[in-house]
């Protein structure tokens, strides 16, 4: 055992009720990609506002078209290293609450059963009106039948469903409404300048309240959605660890921090650690 696994396997030892806490680093692996560089900085613009998104017919247009196109990455992902080993961790007993910052539904894939989607899941969509969800894999297939020569353009993949078309008149995408009652479609997560919901931060600080101590795990907290979390679990005086490469909005907050790539070195604390008495692996 290396002495990075070392020092994470007896942070699990000790805090045998871990909060998890996951960004995007989770799941690059899986091919989706991320937002920020290992200094925490946007590797891109940053993303669409809930502002914007709901206030300009353009915005709209030009989402929903670029979604078209990045759609497939985001539905033929599927868990990566990471994913199997925190599911695995969860089923010996280790982890109280998983609380994820992605949108892309690889945790629950992966058989976490005790997981937060703090943002959202880009799988399903909204309708903003009637708050009818529907499945996005059907949106995909109207948004090609009325727009089928935009479904037969390539683009480098974005993260969460997004593809990077630039340079292109989206003023004809043609966008649905809400079959049922003609509202406007929205993805069902939270976009920046938008609230997460009341009963997930509530349940998410209740699990945190119940827990030993804090991992992070593939996320640089610099959305302070879930910085927040690190800070509660700090000023009651629970320990935080981190895996992740590069820089994090909490740096100066953790016990531990293991700059590795997130799967492997999940993997490696899973494979090493027994599961705790009474709880069959």
């Not at 993303?47 to 300009?56: D, K, L, W």
């Not at 020569?149 to 593809?163: N, Q, V, Y």
Request: aromatic residues 6%; glycine residues 8%.
């Amino acid at each position: 055992m290396d002495a990075d696994t070392a020092a994470l396997a007896d942070f699990a030892t000790r805090h045998p009720r871990l909060f998890v806490l996951t960004g995007a680093g989770c799941s690059t692996d899986s091919g989706i990609p991320d937002y920020r560089d290992v200094n925490g900085e946007w590797k891109r613009p940053s993303p669409v506002t809930f502002q914007a998104f709901t206030g300009e017919d353009a915005t709209r247009r030009r989402y929903w078209a670029r979604s078209l196109v990045g759609w497939p990455t985001m539905a033929q992902a599927r868990p990566g290293a990471a994913h199997r080993a925190l599911a695995r961790l969860e089923s010996e007993g280790r982890i109280g609450l998983l609380l994820t910052q992605n949108v892309d539904g690889l945790h629950e894939a992966a058989g976490s059963t005790r997981a937060i989607d703090l943002h959202g899941r880009i799988d399903t969509v909204r309708c903003m009106g009637c708050e009818t969800r529907t499945p996005r894999a059907a949106l995909q297939q109207e948004l090609r039948r009325r727009n089928p020569s935009w479904a037969a353009l390539e683009a480098r993949a974005a993260p969460d469903g997004d593809a990077d078309l630039d340079n292109i008149d989206f003023s004809t995408f043609d966008v649905p409404d809400c079959p049922r009652c003609g509202g406007m479609l929205k993805p069902d997560v939270v976009f920046f300048g938008e609230s997460v919901p009341r009963d997930r931060v509530a349940a998410a600080f209740a699990a945190l309240a119940d827990a030993d101590a804090v991992l992070v795990a593939g996320s640089s907290l610099m959305v302070y959605s879930g910085f927040r979390f690190v800070q509660a679990a700090v000023a009651a005086g629970k320990p935080v660890a981190a895996v992740n490469l590069g820089r994090t909005r909490a740096d100066d907050l953790l016990t531990l921090k293991v700059a590795r790539p997130v799967g492997e070195a999940l993997e490696a604390l899973a494979s090493g650690l027994a599961p705790l008495p009474g709880v069959g692996r």
